[in-house]
Nanobody, 113 residues
């Protein structure tokens, strides 16, 4: 069974940075697409970014130019570097293992104005 453990969330002021990590186990990580999603209070879960096994990336418009998704296959870990954070980035951020589909438990990111 795939397990995903996220870390790195927290409270940061607007304009600051955070780096989220998601460590995977129970999977052939290197061949899997991984992603980050987020869910703000009262809103649906939405895509932030994905990265394929070959390193191709895809970003939501809200993340382009500020966030960077990356992966370390040796460590079975995917990262989300978030810069120039805004209050509207406040949400629970979830790691996604694409196939089979598994979600992490989520990590809270709060950006104060």
């Amino acid at each position: 069974q795939v397990q995903l453990v996220e870390s790195g969330g927290g409270l940061v002021q607007a304009g600051g940075s955070l780096r989220l990590s998601c460590a995977a186990s129970g999977t052939i990580f290197s061949i899997n697409t991984m992603g980050w999603y987020r869910q703000a209070p009262g809103k649906q879960r939405e895509l932030v970014a994905t990265i394929t096994s070959g390193g191709s990336t895809n970003y939501a418009d809200s993340a382009k130019g500020r966030f960077t998704i990356s992966r370390d296959n040796a460590k079975k870990t995917v990262y989300l570097q978030m810069n120039s954070l805004k209050p509207e980035d406040t949400a629970v951020y979830y790691c996604l293992h694409w196939a089979p589909r598994y979600w992490g438990q989520g990590t809270q990111v709060t950006v104060s104005s």
